[in-house]
C-alpha cells in the first residue's frame, strides 16, 4: 500500500541519515591525525591579469590524500572539519605551508613570484580570538612578504560577526590584503561593503558561468565591477571556462580572472616551472578591444 511504501521510504531515508552520520563521525576522526600523517597538500590556482595574461598571483587549494578513499574534496572535509573543530590545526597547516611556499618563490624568482598569495580561511577560524596573531606569527617565522599575502573570507564568515569584521580590520592593518570570496552567494547585502572594506571582490563563478547570456547574472556580473571600481576595489571573476566569457568580462571592465580556461589548481613545482617558461605572459592573450 501507499503508506507501507511511504514508512519504507522514511525508513531508507533514516538509513541514509544514518550512513551519513557514520561517514561525518569516521572522515572527522581520519581529519584529526591527518595534518600529523602528512596526508594534506596545497595546490595553487593561477590568477590571471588580462589582457596580456602575467600571473598575476595563485589561491592555495587545499587537498587530502585519504590512505583509503583517495583524494577528498575539500568541499566535503572542510565542512567537516568546521564542524568538529578539526579546521583550527587544519587551518594554521594551510597557513604555514602557504606562507612557507610563498617565501620560498619570493626568494627564488624576486619581482617574478606570484604577486598575490591567497589563502582561503573559514568562518570558525576567522572568529578565533587569536586568528591575527597566528597570522603575524607565521609571517616572521616564515619570511613571507605580507604585501602579498591575500586572506580570502566569505561573506557570511563576517556578516554580523563582530570578532570577525575585527579580524579583517587588523589584516588589513598589518599589510595583507582581504578578500570577499563567492560574492553574491551569502545571504548578505552591499551595505557589507560599507562595514567591511576590503581589497578584492571575488565574482562567484554562478554568475560568471551566465555572463554571455541575457538572464540576469550577466547583468550582476556589470553591476558588480561598476561597485568595485567605484569603491576602488580590485574585481576578481571566478571560474572562467571559456573565451567567450574572457572576452565578455574584459569589456565589462575585469581585469583578473581565474578558472580552468587559464589553469586547474597546480602542484608548486608546475608554478615554478611556469614562472621559469614565462617572458612575459604565462597565457596566451585572448581579449581584444577595451572597455
Ligand atoms: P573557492 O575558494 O571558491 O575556490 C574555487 C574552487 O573552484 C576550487 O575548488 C577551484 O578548483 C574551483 N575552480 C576554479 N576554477 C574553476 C572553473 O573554471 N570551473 C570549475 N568548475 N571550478 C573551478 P576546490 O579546490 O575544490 O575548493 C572548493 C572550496 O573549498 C573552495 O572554494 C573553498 O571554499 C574551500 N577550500 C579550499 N581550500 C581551502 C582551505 O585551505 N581552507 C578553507 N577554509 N577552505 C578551503
Ligand atoms: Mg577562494
Ligand atoms: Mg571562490
Ligand atoms: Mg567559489
Redesign the pocket.
Known sequence: SAKAAGGNRWTRFDEVMDREADREARLGRDLRGAVARGELFLLY?PLVELPHGRLAGV????RWQHPEHGLV???VF?PIAERNGA?VEV?RW?LEEACRQAAAWQHRYGERAPGKVS????AR?LAEPGFVAEVAAVLSSTGADRRRLMI?VTETAVLGADTAMAAVRELRGLGLQVAL??FGTGNSSLSLLVDCPVDVLKVD?SFVDGVTGDGPQALVVQSLITVAQGMRVEAVA????TPEQAQRLYEAGYRLV????YD??LSADDVAQGIEAATNSWYAATPSGSA
Do not use: C, T, W
Not at 589563502?119 to 573559514?122: A, F, L
Open positions: 590556482q589561491e592555495a587549494l587545499l574534496p575539500p568541499d572542510v579546521i587551518g594551510v589563502i582561503n580561511v573559514s577560524q580570502e570570496d563567492d563563478k571566478e571560474g572562467v571556462e581565474q578558472g580552468f580556461l586547474r589548481p
